[in-house]
């Protein structure tokens, strides 16, 4: 019963509208499904990072020592802001892969990386989540501690694969109007910066 409780609170907190989701649906419209998928596999692996931390405790000194989380929440605000005005200044529709020249996932894989890693607020998240499920007298702690945090991250990246399958289906849209796919570019980089400012605030 527990644990279907914990997939429910997994499944409302990724049907929330936030910088992972924006980001999917903006890489997925303006570059392509391969190129989200990247960004997607990115926001799992930092997700799985978090899992990991929040497992060691790390979330503690965020406690004891509040200057790191604002340092983190800064660094965090101002990349998501870069994002933002890069889309500003981005062509309206770049395909998943030009003419002669393969396509670079690598690029959205860092970039989903680097906007989970950079939000603190995921990483307490996963310490305030994760050991309400966790029950010391079930067996051991750090095995029942990954299996839920693989939960976490395999959900997510569910839900963040079909974000991305929605965006490309929106590139074709926007692809069809200039108007369109101006309109694209100035929303996601006005919410991504909105984003920002909320996590810097």
């Not at 069809?176 to 796919?181: F, H, Q």
Request: positive net charge; aromatic residues 10%; charged residues 10%.
């Amino acid at each position: 019963m527990e644990l279907w409780l914990f997939i429910g609170a997994l499944a409302a907190v990724y049907l929330l509208p936030g910088p992972d989701m924006l980001l999917v649906l903006q890489t997925g419209s303006l570059q392509g499904h391969a190129r989200a998928l990247a960004t997607a596999a990115g926001l799992a692996m930092a997700r799985g990072v978090h899992v990991a931390l929040a497992a060691l405790g790390l979330a503690t000194l965020f406690a004891t020592a509040p200057w790191t989380f604002d340092a983190v929440r800064y660094a965090g605000g101002a990349y998501l802001a870069w994002i933002g005005l890069q889309l500003f200044r981005s062509p309206a529709v770049t395909p998943d892969i030009e003419p002669g020249r393969p396509s670079v996932p690598a690029a959205g894989l860092r970039r989903g990386l680097l906007t989970n890693l950079l939000n603190p607020k995921s990483l307490l998240f996963c310490s305030v989540l994760l050991p309400q499920f966790v029950h010391p007298g079930e067996g051991a702690v750090l095995l029942q501690f990954a299996l839920l945090g693989g939960l976490l991250v395999g959900i997510g990246l569910l839900f963040d694969a079909g974000y991305a399958t929605l965006g490309a289906a929106l590139q074709r849209w926007f692809a069809g109007s200039p108007l369109r796919a101006r309109l694209q570019r100035w929303t996601f980089g006005s919410l991504m910066i909105a984003f920002a400012l909320r996590l810097a605030a």
